[in-house]
């Protein structure tokens, strides 16, 4: 019975075959790499009963990929999703109390078809993504109660009745208005939007004139209306869509801690999600930008060879140089003769010490930054690091300096602390002696690092699809 009602969520959620056969391994990584990478079934994973007293200093959010519920801008996240649940984190952060690493929600997008079947397999803790209140899907995971209620409505350049034998609607295949659809007694005719289309690229192509008429989320909708200030609403869907979260099954206690944050003080409602999403909204829907300024993803690919070249050399992930380069100067190169200079802000005399004599160059900037992060994991190696927190030193010694974090592993150690470990041991001193300044840089290009790979999953994907 579980398996037919899996079957039929992956159909509402547009799960593609190919994510059964996905492989969980870096994508984009150098061929025959042994580099760790962050990736989404990392060991920042809640592995014991949740404790709402005790948070855990991680929790993974599998979170759907896409321009309103969660996506990248100028290399910072945003996304509606993104925004109802910084309150949340705020509030696990407060009860860690003072001299405790904050508490951080690494949010690993996905498409919206992979949420489910990732959680559970215990790739994530909690899954998001305007996932509407289904029957059955309590069978499968754990849900939290609504945090959000919303309406599907005719969206066109003119308010629009449920009437008429001519009313074309133009839908994408995966859209969850199609099931509200058949539930009503309509004679819109349904028509297919473009293949890769999605209900914002829609919305945009009605403020251009392209398309007449699309049954849309009315708080998508009132996302983009500033951007596309065309679009008229008009009549509704009887029924009625509740959004909620799901999480582990085996993690009830999550669940009801989730559930108070959605009834208390601190919960970030849809109002101000939309309020905060709002200026930042660009990616798929393809929003005009002004012509000064290039997106991320743009210097990304302008980057892409540069840093592809210098990671195949170094037998690294060319994903974890641009996190670096974002997080160092938003892939703006800055050039100074003295200090850090470049896409990856090295220094000078560090880029001389890797046998990289012009640093200021985009390819030596590139290539001094590589040769300096596998110097630090083969150093890291020997010392009988693991993998993972292998890549967290170096994350954090390209911080600091690796006489800085060698300090801090001696003073952890020195408290009974694990000097090999970074999360919850070398991270708790590195944010009482040296500020958050060393745990947030770890934690944000991590978080660039999984960015980059979600998009580069895509693009790959788009890639297939279109030969």
Not at 266 to 285: V, W, Y
Request: contains cysteine; positive net charge.
């Amino acid at each position: 019975m579980q398996r037919v009602l899996l079957l039929i969520l992956l159909a509402f959620f547009a799960l593609s075959p190919s994510v059964w056969a996905a492989k969980k391994k870096p994508v984009a990584a150098a061929q025959g790499s042994t580099h760790p990478a962050i990736v989404a079934d990392n060991a920042d994973l809640l592995d014991a009963p949740y404790d709402p007293a005790k948070p855990p200093g991680r929790l993974r959010v599998l979170v759907a990929l896409g321009p309103s519920t969660y996506f990248l801008k100028d290399g910072r996240p945003h996304g509606l999703e993104y925004a109802l649940l910084q309150g949340f984190e705020s509030e696990l952060t407060r009860r860690r109390g003072k001299g405790q690493p904050p508490v951080r929600l690494q949010f690993i997008p996905l498409d919206a078809g992979e949420l489910i079947p990732a959680l559970r397999e215990g790739r994530g803790d909690i899954a998001a993504g305007l996932l509407p209140q289904l029957d059955g899907l309590k069978a499968l995971v754990g849900v939290t109660e609504p945090y959000a209620r919303d309406e599907w409505c005719l969206v066109g350049s003119a308010s629009r009745q449920l009437a008429g034998q001519d009313e074309e609607v133009e839908l994408p295949s995966s859209s969850f208005g199609r099931r509200l659809l058949s539930n009503e007694q309509t004679d819109l005719k349904l028509k297919d939007a473009a293949l890769g289309a999605n209900a914002e690229m829609i919305l945009r192509a009605i403020q251009q004139g392209e398309t007449q008429l699309t049954l849309a989320s009315r708080l998508v909708t009132r996302l983009w209306s500033s951007q596309y200030p065309a679009l008229k609403v008009g009549e509704c869907l009887g029924q009625k869509v509740a959004y909620q979260w799901a999480v582990r099954p085996d993690q009830p206690a999550l669940v009801e801690d989730l559930n108070r944050y959605i009834q208390s003080k601190q919960f970030t409602n849809m109002d101000k999600a939309i309020e905060l999403t709002r200026p930042h909204l660009i990616s798929g829907a393809k929003v005009a930008r002004s012509d000064d300024k290039v997106s991320s993803m743009d210097k990304l690919a302008i980057f892409a060879p540069i840093f592809q070249a210098a990671a195949a050399a170094n037998n690294l992930d060319w994903l974890l140089l641009a996190a670096i380069g974002q997080k160092e100067s938003k892939l703006n190169p800055v050039i100074r003769q003295k200090g850090p200079t470049g896409i990856m802000q090295i220094n000078p005399s560090t880029a001389r010490a890797m046998g990289v004599r012009d640093p200021h160059s985009h390819e030596g900037n590139v290539s001094a930054a590589a040769v300096y992060l596998d110097y630090l994991r083969k150093m890291y190696s020997k010392q009988g690091i693991n993998e993972e927190n292998q890549l967290y030193f170096m994350i954090a010694a390209y911080n600091a300096g690796e006489g800085r974090l060698e300090q801090l592993r001696r003073q952890a150690k020195a408290k009974g602390l694990d000097p090999n470990v970074w999360v919850g041991n070398v991270e708790k001193i590195a944010l009482s002696t040296v500020s958050k300044g060393m745990v947030d840089y770890v934690s944000t290009v991590n978080r660039y690092y999984l960015a980059y790979q979600a998009a580069e999953r895509a693009r790959q994907k788009q890639k297939k699809a279109s030969e």
